[in-house]
């Protein structure tokens, strides 16, 4: 059932759940109050409950009551000036809530709102969608319940996240094809963040145990020229011209090449920036950059000049293992795919 937050005193209720232990309330919040009915109504038909928690002024104006254990954000840009500044503080009061009650976050934006919300939620490693489809919704608010389930059996392990990433992606994969009426798209292959875990493994065995550690390690070879690593990475992007895109899905490694290059050019990548480059939807890759944050492979950098800003970089140790990738190489780089 669908109520109003601003009618009601008191929040607090026994935990609801399934069945199964897993919580089954969720808060929705949104400038549009049609978007926030038809998400309430899509969740109650997949069995969730819903309480509207208003508009985004909610975020800003008075306490922040969290109405359930998982709290869904709708704050798409809809003009050029991004998204408002004191939106962007709401967004940050509530992350930080959310962190310390150990709630479960979903925020969805578009591209043009990734930058300013990536930047601000920092706290609460929230679910953030990019114009996300109806099924997208309901099937992001299934993903963090099940989490938090299996948060209390036990701690994730690196292998189980890669699983999960996996499977939310071809989960997510057919959510896509069911919105469109086409076929489903082919299996995704082989996990590349466990191939870059085991192949550094076997260089340094307790580098990915301790991965932003950064011990003492022999000098690492030089990177190729820039301008060779981007014509590798055309020379990816040509195979969609003769074959299905879907069929050569490989965010993580697309976004290791990408800053690879940066790296080269001395330039630094926007959150927006590295999830095209990813080329997969931006939903997915946010969902991997953030894998790869978490285990170290990428750095979160905070704009100095825009607190409103964060761009990603390689740590040190993935640089080391980017050049050690590019100088183990036998065929000639130009054709290294």
Known sequence: MLTNATTQEDFTYDLADDGA????RVAIFGAEEGLRRQIAADLGGAGFRTIDGGSLRALLEGPIALLGDVVVVDCAV????????????????????VARSGAKLIVATNLEGLDDVFAVLDQSNPQILVSPSRA?????????????????????????????LRLSQQVEAIAHSLDRLGHAPAAPGPSVLG??????????PSAFG?????????????????????????????????????????PAWDMLLDLTAAHGEGARVSVTSLCIAAGVPATTALRWLTQMVESGIFERVPDPADKRRAFIALSDKALAAMSGYFASL????????
Not at 78 to 97: E, H, K, Q
């Open 210 to 250: 301790s991965f932003g550690a950064a011990p003492a390690v022999a000098a690492a070879p030089p990177l190729p020229e820039p301008g060779v690593v981007r014509q590798i990475i055309a020379n990816r992007q040509a195979r969609a011209r003769f074959f299905d895109p879907e069929l050569f899905g490989d």
């Open 78 to 97: 809809t003009g050029s000036r991004g998204i408002d500044a004191m939106m962007l503080a709401g967004l940050a009061r509530l992350d930080m809530r």
């Open 21 to 24: 232990g897993l919580p089954a």
């Open 330 to 337: 036998r065929t000639p780089l130009l054709q290294a795919a």
């Open 195 to 204: 191939e870059f875990k085991r192949d550094y493994a076997a260089a340094e």
């Open 136 to 164: 997208e919704r309901v099937i992001a608010v299934g993903r963090v319940m099940g989490e938090a389930g299996a948060a209390r059996l036990r701690e994730m392990g690196e292998e189980d996240r890669v699983a999960l």
